[in-house]
């Protein structure tokens, strides 16, 4: 991978733009000027300056003869020297690229060995010198690399693309109270003084990128699977921690290898839990390295799984993407969709079905929010400006999707037959998407190019409408099924139209306390802008399930009527099919959609269903809603408490804040509904329901004492009082508070929440203050951090005055980054859109709330006599 470290996805409302930034161009392999068999490196690491000096040592098999230069990737290196045997050789080095000249032309199969003597001075990228400052003076003594995409280059000269193949060695000398892990098994470790020397082999071939090390004073976690060792590295004093969030590792790994039909393939596998790191896991080759972020205690444990979610993912890379090896960026989505699938696939074994399906969702919407807000793109595409464009919620979330269309298409034991026949075909070697498809045909003798071409060769997904109505005479049922991304009247293959045969399910409920609930399928072919379908039937069905079990990715509005929107809400097995009827209940908006939508907040069985309910109930904006969520306060699921006091924050009534204030004072059992629950207080409270100033002023009291006193694990809780403060966007006294929390030697989460902050803050703020902020985000997008970088891109695109995008343009130019790049060029592209609203926007929203809260006054008064009219 990597992946980012992730809880939330936040949604957005504008429209896709083009995934190609100017400067796009399409990417090839290079020419290959023979075979890379072997890279072994010896190191020597100065941890106090920050430097590195050694020999990159590259034994290579040349394809062809007479070849009389080698061209390698090596950026920002200190070539000192570049021999074949002892013969010294001339190069020319640009900073970028190496160019050796070879003293005899190549002969093919003919292998020699090239010695690059090279130093590194403070590194900006690929390795990564962490120590105390005296802004963070308890932080460890550690060394770590990154390497994918493609940033090995920037720590040792290479053929740095994935395509390439070696075997490789690490000898790394360092201080003796530290320890070095890295690919492969240990061979020995030499004491020369008072400095170890430790010496990594890995047998098994593995790209460039891949290639990795990590350096610190870790306790060792030693555990096993089968004859495997299974280890986990961490800092000291943290070993609780450790074996809380990684302990089922060696389950994961029985459960990977049955599953994928190949036996962990590597001689141990550890994990290694880093200071500062940059993303939230890499999956080196036998050796993963973690955030020190995922580390959790035991209440974090109670409603997090994206520690557990996070650890298989990096895992299942260690078939799908270090065992078998994407041959080009492009097709990256091959493994990061299986890996982010294994997520879903644990799920389902250690939590259930229902679990799954519902991860899964989660899973669809992180994707079509970036589809909705940022662009649409084919999954495979090869014009980008730098390969770490590619990682985004296209490849990890919809590629998860489509592994699980793929399973449905095939059932169970061909799903499974084919995906062991992919991995046992290809271990050791490059595949591309191509490989998949021939996998698949060659294990079930299905041809799946058809679902391919419409989800992973092109962008987009299906968008439909479904209504449904009864006709009692002819016993006929009709559904009305409309691709609303389709242009009416186009039928071309650019139409947007996607041909899919999907399962319609009728259901029918028994009678008694425990009804049985029987669903009847039938499987019809969606392939028109428009289709009415009719169905001859028995009896009229209680409720009707679209695409039984929500297998394919796609979104749909539901257009039936009330009684089978509720049966379906109750009945339904399927809690994706529950959920479906909760949106479409919640836009009902009448009182009998409230007391259905109630009955499910307190009954259904899965807290899932139980969790969207309470979003719904939000959205209806009636009083008896807002007493249906607080009845779900006392709800045993945390994660059910956590999405109720996310609902509360919208009503913004004086029951919603006395509510949210008792449980902010009090705080709850999760880090994560305290933290919610103060946030959302923040809503209430700067919404300023009652009209009484004293109550914004005791928020800003009860929101300051929070951030002196209640410091804990990832500063979950604090950061819910900074979001918290964010919400009184006119408000000096809130942003000095804020501010006060962007400076240095703030502990990382907390300032990381504070400097996000001050972007949606700043709309309200007075002129001098916008100023203020926009002076404190300058200094802060100056800073190297990845994470400050992208904290600061994400206030900034949130501003509306043209001195962000000056401060963003200039991070453009200066950072490191791609993603940073390309995430500052995009927030330019919001600002600029801001800037060109109406400035009478902000009053017209002011009386449109005013209208809302009178609006629910009345709605709820006039429900109240149509139901005692009844």
């Not at 280059?153 to 790394?172: A, K, N």
């Not at 509306?800 to 401060?807: F, K, Q, Y």
């Amino acid at each position: 991978m990597p992946t980012l470290y992730r809880r939330r996805t936040p949604d957005d409302d504008k429209g896709p733009r083009s995934f190609e930034m100017p400067g796009a161009k399409p990417h090839y392999n290079p020419d290959r000027p023979g075979q890379v068999e072997h890279i072994a490196l010896d190191l020597t690491l100065d941890l106090g300056q920050k430097t590195c000096a050694g020999t990159c040592k590259i034994r290579i098999n040349p394809v062809r003869d007479g070849l009389e230069s080698l061209t390698l990737d090596a950026v920002s290196q200190q070539i000192e020297a570049v021999k074949v045997g002892n013969a010294k050789l001339d190069f020319d080095y640009d900073g970028e690229q190496l160019q050796v000249h070879l003293k005899q032309p190549t002969v093919a199969g003919e292998a020699f060995t090239l010695v690059i003597a090279y130093r590194l001075v403070q590194p900006e990228r690929g390795l990564y010198f962490i120590a105390p400052d005296p802004h963070y003076p308890e932080k460890p003594v550690q060394v770590w690399t990154q390497g994918e995409d493609e940033d090995s280059r920037y720590w040792f000269p290479c053929f740095d693309y994935p395509g390439m193949l070696s075997t490789s060695e690490i000898r790394v000398r360092v201080p003796g109270a530290y320890q070095v892990v890295s690919n492969g098994e240990l061979v020995e470790t030499t004491e020369v003084g008072d400095d170890k020397i430790y010496h990594w082999h890995q047998k098994q071939v593995h790209p460039t990128y891949l290639m990795a090390l990590a350096v610190g004073e870790f306790e060792v976690i030693q555990d096993h699977w089968q004859d495997i060792p299974v280890t986990y590295y961490v800092e000291k004093g943290r070993q609780s921690q450790g074996q809380l969030t990684m302990g089922k590792t060696p389950r994961m790994v029985g459960f990977l290898s049955e599953k994928y039909g190949y036996k962990y393939a590597f001689p141990k596998y550890a994990q290694v839990c880093a200071a500062d790191f940059i993303f939230g896991g890499m999956e080196n080759t036998s050796m993963t390295i973690l955030t020190d972020r995922c580390l959790l205690d035991e209440r974090a444990a109670l409603d997090n799984r994206d520690s557990e979610s996070l650890v298989v993912h990096e895992l299942a890379h260690q078939w799908f993407g270090d065992l078998l090896v994407i041959n080009h960026w492009s097709h990256a989505w091959v493994k990061e969709g299986m890996a982010t699938y294994s997520e879903v696939m644990w799920m389902e074994q250690e939590y259930g079905a229902d679990e799954a399906a519902y991860y899964r969702l989660e899973a669809a919407r992180s994707y079509f929010s970036e589809d909705k807000s940022r662009y649409r793109r084919p999954m495979v595409t090869h014009v980008y400006r730098e390969a770490i464009e590619l990682y985004d919620r296209h490849i990890y979330e919809k590629g998860a999707c489509v592994y699980h269309m793929i399973r449905a298409e095939l059932g169970e034991a061909l799903f499974w037959k084919a995906i062991q026949t992919f991995v046992q075909d290809n271990a050791h070697r490059t595949v591309e998407t191509i490989d998949l498809l021939r996998a698949i045909d060659k294990a079930t003798g299905r041809n799946l190019r058809p679902l391919f071409d419409q989800y992973v060769w092109r962008g987009g997904h299906p968008d439909y409408k479904v209504a449904y109505s009864w006709d009692g005479d002819s016993q006929l049922a009709k559904l009305t099924v409309t691709q609303t991304q389709a242009k009416d009247g186009d039928t071309s293959s650019t139409s947007g139209l996607f041909d899919l045969r999907l399962a319609i399910g009728f259901g029918y409920v028994g009678r008694g306390k425990t009804p049985k609930v029987e669903v009847k399928p039938v499987t019809v072919r969606i392939h028109e802008r428009e289709q009415a379908l009719f169905f001859p039937l028995e009896k009229k069905p209680d409720f009707i399930s679209f695409d039984i079990g929500n297998h394919y990715l796609k979104t749909v509005s539901l257009e039936y009527p009330l009684p089978e929107l509720k049966a379906q809400l109750k009945y339904d097995p399927d809690p994706l099919a529950r959920i479906e009827a909760a949106i479409a209940l919640g836009k009902k908006g009448n009182l009998e959609a409230v007391k259905a939508l109630a009955t499910a907040l307190t009954e259904d069985a899965f807290w899932g269903v139980r969790a969207e309910v309470a979003k719904q109930l939000a959205a209806v904006k009636l009083d008896q809603a807002v007493a249906a969520l607080l009845q779900g306060l006392q709800d045993s699921e945390a994660r059910v408490r956590n999405a109720v006091v996310d609902a509360l924050g919208e009503v913004k009534t004086a029951d919603s804040y006395k509510a949210l204030k008792t449980l902010a004072e009090k705080g709850d059992p999760s880090y994560y509904v305290e933290s919610d629950a103060i946030r959302s207080l923040g809503k209430v409270g700067a919404a300023d329901a009652e009209g009484k100033v004293k109550d914004r002023k005791k928020t800003l009291k009860l929101l300051e004492t929070i951030l002196k006193e209640r410091q804990g694990w990832n500063e979950i809780v604090r950061s819910g009082a900074i979001a918290a403060l964010g919400q009184f966007k006119s408000s000096e006294e809130a942003l000095d508070l804020v501010l006060q929390y962007t400076e240095l030697g703030t502990p990382q989460a907390l300032r990381l929440a504070a400097i996000r902050t001050l972007g949606p803050m700043s709309t309200g703020q007075s002129k001098p203050n916008v100023e203020r902020i926009l002076d404190r985000l300058e200094r802060i997008a100056s800073e190297t951090f990845f994470l400050t970088q992208v904290a600061a891109v994400t206030a900034l695109g949130a501003m509306e005055t043209d001195r962000a995008i000056t401060i963003l343009e200039h991070l453009a130019d200066h950072t490191p980054d791609g993603r940073v790049r390309r995430r500052a060029q995009e927030a330019v592209q919001q600002v600029q859109k801001a800037i060109g609203k109406d400035q009478a926007l902000e009053k017209l929203r002011q009386d449109l709330e005013e209208l809302k809260t009178t609006h629910q006054d009345l709605k709820s008064r006039l429900e109240q006599l149509e139901a005692k009219a009844k």
